[in-house]
C-alpha cells in the first residue's frame, strides 16, 4: 500500500490506459460483428433475388450482380463481399459478359484462402471464360490451378477433359492425346471413360 501511495500517479496513467485499450478492443470487435452482419444481410438479399426463381432472365442476374456490386463497395473487408465476388464471376460468365466474369473471379481470388473450396472452382470458371474467349493457353493455365487446388478426383478428372478440349482446339493432339488417357485411367464416371476413349480413338 506504502508503494501504491508512493507511485499512484503511476499506477493511474497505467490503470486508465488498460481500460482505454479494453475499451477499444470492445468497440472494434463490436463494429466488426456489426459490419459483418450488414454485409450478411444484403448478401442474402443478393443471393435470394434469383437463387429461388426457377425460370432466371438476364435482367433477374444483372439486377443481382449490381447488388453484388453494392457490397463489395459498402463492405469491401467482409466475407459477403468475397463470396459477392466469386458470385458475380459466375453470373457475368451467364450474361456472356466474360472481360466483367473474369475480373470478379479475379477479385474474388485476390481475396481467398489457397484452402477455400471455392478458390477451385474460380479457377474453373476463368478456365471457361477464357475458353469463350478463345484464349486457349490462359485457360488451360486455369484448369491446371483449378486441379491444384482440388480436393476430389471426379472434378480433377473433368478438369484433364477440359484440359485436353483445349489442347485439341489449339491443334496440339499429342498434348490432347496426354490428358484424354488421364481420363481414361482415372474416369469413374462411365460416361466420361468412354468420351475419351472415343476421342482417343479420333486422334490416333
Known amino acids: 500500500m506504502e508503494y501504491l501511495i508512493e507511485h ?7 490503470i486508465s490506459f488498460i481500460v482505454i485499450v479494453i475499451v477499444a478492443l ?19 438479399s443478393a443471393f435470394n433475388s434469383y437463387s429461388s426463381n426457377v425460370d432466371i ?10 447488388m453484388y456490386r453494392d457490397i463489395t ?3 469491401p473487408k467482409s466475407r459477403a463481399a468475397e463470396l459477392s465476388f466469386y458470385n458475380m464471376g459466375n453470373i457475368y460468365y451467364n450474361l456472356k459478359e466474360l472481360e466483367k466474369s473474369i475480373e470478379a473471379y479475379r477479385s474474388f481470388l485476390e481475396r481467398s484462402s489457397d484452402g477455400n473450396v471455392l478458390t477451385s472452382l474460380a479457377y474453373y470458371g476463368l478456365g471457361y ?5 478463345e484464349d486457349y493457353e490462359e485457360a488451360v493455365k486455369s484448369f491446371e490451378r483449378s486441379n491444384s487446388f482440388l ?3 471426379n472434378f480433377t478428372v473433368i478438369n484433364y477433359s477440359n484440359i485436353a478440349r483445349m489442347y ?15 481420363v481414361v485411367e482415372e474416369a469413374e464416371d462411365p460416361f466420361l471413360k468412354t468420351l475419351a476413349k472415343r476421342k482417343l480413338a479420333t486422334l490416333g
Open 8 to 14: 499512484r500517479n503511476t499506477f493511474y496513467v497505467a
Open 26 to 44: 470492445g468497440g472494434w470487435y463490436f463494429y466488426g460483428l456489426h459490419y459483418e452482419k450488414s454485409a450478411d444481410r444484403l448478401y442474402s
Open 57 to 66: 432472365d438476364s435482367a433477374a442476374f444483372t439486377n443481382a450482380a449490381g
Open 73 to 75: 463497395e459498402k463492405y
Open 129 to 133: 471464360c477464357y475458353e469463350g474467349k
Open 151 to 153: 480436393v476430389g478426383k
Open 168 to 182: 485439341e482446339k489449339m491443334k496440339r493432339p499429342e498434348k490432347a492425346i496426354e490428358y484424354y488417357e488421364r
